[in-house]
């Protein structure tokens, strides 16, 4: 009863707060349930790493009907999930440590980079028959060098033999709908194998807006050899009708166009096509646990589609262009972990990526109503150019990391990297109008070798049982090559890397038998180069530059408390400050600008969350999440300031044997606040989604 008693007045107290990784089952040992394995390779307490890391168990994604990556880590202390962005409506925008980048950070599946040297393929991302999903907040420059700056997120499915036949059925608001069927498929060849397939269809409240998208995971692992042998195939089909970003006039988003509004032209698309194929083997070796990975993935992307630059009836008043982009990416990994030795584990390896992306489009002007109606269509839109972008990146690296348990209160970590990174890019483009070149054509190349590392320490002051409090403290030394688009935008010139260096430090305690726990950070990252996208004076469609220095610093809270065998509650509150450290633009030909102390745009101060859940393994069950975002700045010059909000999501759920019925909402609350800035039209920015509602139903063999 006392328990029950705390529960209530944690959650009455909340505000501002986020929950993970609690909608498990009550483990036998609570300090041992969860283990992580992104930042060391090797499988560990999360508690005892020093580094902010959050494991969210595919067990509470299925008990929260989080099925996307903004439901799946609306309640992970200090990350923001902007949906949608101009990767269409079925991609997203994570944001850590108060950076909105959208390649800043690293998204991995089952051990391999999840858009290669590129950009995260977020539209393609799937999270059915997830085992756990990982997210280490900071960079991670040794393990994956030049692709994780500022975080990782890693989704790790289920292996073979663990997998649960399944089959759902749901659908909801605006048309939305689907279907999954997993299957544990019959030993062949050796083989434990699984197969998942599922269909989604996702309606929007913006007219000519919504997403398909067709996925199928074909898992198998065998022994061989006194090792294991791995395979893994998998496949996405992506068909989006992209909505438009509102426009901001001076210092608020223009209330001359209705929300909701789609200046697209007719029939625009942006269609993805990935399949990628994964195999690996493990094996001992010299004590060890020695790794190879090899992965390689072909993707294409088609995309047809147009902004509004003109708040006007003139024609014309829009933009737009068609563009198809090819990527091939290879994956190789090989390490040996070492943890035979109790107070001594190592880890040496050598990763190698290579991307190969070439981008083929045209531009063009048109004319739409302000309030969306009789757009033109593909017939009536001719290229005005022929821009073509060919662009090879290979990048290597050598690490090695070692983690030394002095006493077993004290544990220091030292890791290094020496990396290697070649890119060449080749930009054409022809005036189909004017017949003659335009700028920005040639050739660049740039190959750059730089040391990263880290280094931290994990210090238990104290401990009981399975009780216990851990402060860390780290350093990391990180760099990452420019980011590419491949849009019509794109020149020759390669932008310099970016390069940070970050601190945090902080406390993990786990107390009451494990049934409370609490996270506390602290942070503090100088960047250099950080890559944004800006409309130069006379320019049509924004660049990417790099932005001088910034500083990035904040604290983040994090608490978990397990109410009775199946009550959980979480609360969590990030404070994010980021700001210009140094940078000057040129807003207006010949008057340059020094942004000094300004924030970055779309950075919120605050980020909190409040979580409740009820997961009984029968009967009702339900979860309620409110989430605070708190007011930011449109734009550089921080003189468009937006206020924070509140969204809602909950769920209510019935569970009999092997049947169970689901209602899942989000955004109940229907707020429409922009969450992101487009990179391709000027000052537009996309709005939060509106209010949904999804059933389904499940049946478990």
Not at 1 to 14: F, H, K, P, S
Not at 230 to 239: E, G, I, K, Q, R
Not at 649 to 659: D, E, F, K, T
Request: aromatic share 10%; hydrophobic share 35%.
């Amino acid at each position: 009863m006392q328990n029950l008693r705390l529960c209530y007045l944690l959650v009455a107290a909340g505000g501002v707060c986020a929950f993970q990784g609690f909608a498990q089952a009550p483990p036998k040992d609570p300090g041992s349930a969860t283990v992580q394995v992104t930042a060391t390779r090797f499988p560990e307490d999360p508690a005892k790493v020093p580094a902010s890391i959050t494991v969210i168990t595919g067990r509470e994604l299925a008990d929260r009907g989080a099925t996307d990556l903004r439901s799946a880590l609306a309640m992970a202390a200090g990350v923001f999930i902007a949906p949608g962005g101009d990767g269409g409506p079925a991609s997203s925008i994570p944001e850590f440590w108060g950076l909105k980048e959208f390649d800043a950070f690293l998204l991995v599946v089952d051990g391999v980079p999840w858009g290669g040297t590129f950009n995260p393929a977020l539209s393609t991302l799937n999270l059915q028959d997830v085992e756990r999903i990982e997210v280490q907040r900071g960079a991670a420059p040794v393990m994956y060098g030049a692709t994780s700056f500022v975080g990782v997120i890693h989704v790790i499915h289920k292996l073979p033999a663990d997998a649960q036949g399944s089959a759902m059925l749901s659908g909801g608001s605006h048309g939305s709908g689907g279907g999954v069927v997993t299957l544990k498929v019959p030993k062949w060849a050796g083989f434990d194998s699984s197969l998942t397939v599922d269909f989604a269809k996702k309606g929007f409240d913006d007219p000519r807006t919504e997403f398909q998208r067709s996925h199928l995971l074909w898992r198998n692992r065998m022994e061989l050899a006194e090792g294991t042998f791995h395979f893994d195939v998998d496949w996405t089909s992506v068909d989006q009708k992209p909505n438009s970003p509102h426009p901001r006039t001076g210092k608020v988003l223009t209330d001359e166009i209705a929300v909701d509004t789609n200046h697209n032209p007719a029939g625009a698309f942006i269609n993805d096509r990935r399949v990628a194929l994964n195999m690996g083997y493990d094996r001992a070796l010299a004590g060890g646990l020695w790794s190879t990975t090899l992965a390689i993935s072909q993707a294409k992307q088609n995309v047809f589609r147009g902004f509004l630059v003109d708040i006007s009836e003139d024609d014309p008043n829009a933009h737009g262009f068609r563009e198809e982009v090819q990527m091939t990416d290879i994956y190789f990994d090989s390490h040996v972990a070492w943890i035979s030795v109790p107070s001594l584990k190592t880890v040496i390896g050598f990763d190698h990526l290579h991307g190969q992306g070439k981008g083929r489009g045209g531009d063009f002007d048109y004319f739409v109503n302000l309030n969306g109606t009789n757009p033109p269509g593909s017939s009536a839109l001719p290229p005005a150019a022929d821009i073509r972008v060919d662009d090879r990146r290979d990048f290597s690296g050598l690490y090695a990391f070692t983690e030394w348990t002095v006493t077993p209160r004290l544990i220091i970590e030292v890791g290094g990297r020496i990396n290697r990174t070649d890119e060449s890019r080749r930009v054409f483009g022809v005036d189909l109008e004017g017949g003659h070149q335009l700028d920005g054509n040639g050739l660049d190349s740039r190959t750059v070798t730089r040391f990263t590392g880290s280094a931290g320490l994990s210090w238990t002051a104290w401990q009981g049982g399975s009780n216990q409090v851990n402060f860390f403290a780290n350093y990391r030394n990180s760099f990452k090559p420019a980011a590419l688009d491949f849009g019509l935008d794109s020149t020759r010139q390669i932008l310099d890397p970016e390069t940070a260096q970050s601190f945090d430090f902080g406390m993990k305690a786990k107390l009451m038998d494990g049934k409370l726990a609490l996270e506390v950070s602290s942070f503090l990252m100088d960047f250099d180069n950080l890559v944004s996208s800006t409309l130069k004076p006379g320019d049509t469609l924004p660049t990417l530059i790099n932005t001088g220095k910034q500083r990035f610093q904040g604290v983040e809270a994090d608490l978990r408390y397990r109410c009775g065998k199946d009550i959980f509650t979480r609360v969590s509150y990030s404070y994010h400050d980021t700001r210009f450290r140094d940078f000057v633009f040129e807003f207006d030909p010949g008057v340059p600008t020094q942004l000094k102390g300004n924030r970055l745009e779309m950075s919120p101060y605050q980020l909190g969350a409040l979580g409740l859940l009820y997961a009984p393994a029968n009967g009702f069950n339900g979860s309620i999440e409110l989430n605070y975002t708190g007011g930011v700045y449109l734009n550089k010059r921080n003189t468009a300031p937006v206020g924070g909000y509140t969204t809602l999501a909950a769920g209510l759920g019935y569970r009999a044997g092997q049947w169970e019925f689901r209602i899942d909402g989000q955004n109940l609350t229907d707020r429409r606040n922009p969450v992101a800035e487009s990179e391709l039209g000027d000052s537009q920015y996309y709005l939060l989604p509106g209010r949904s509602v999804n059933a389904s139903i499940r049946m478990r063999f």
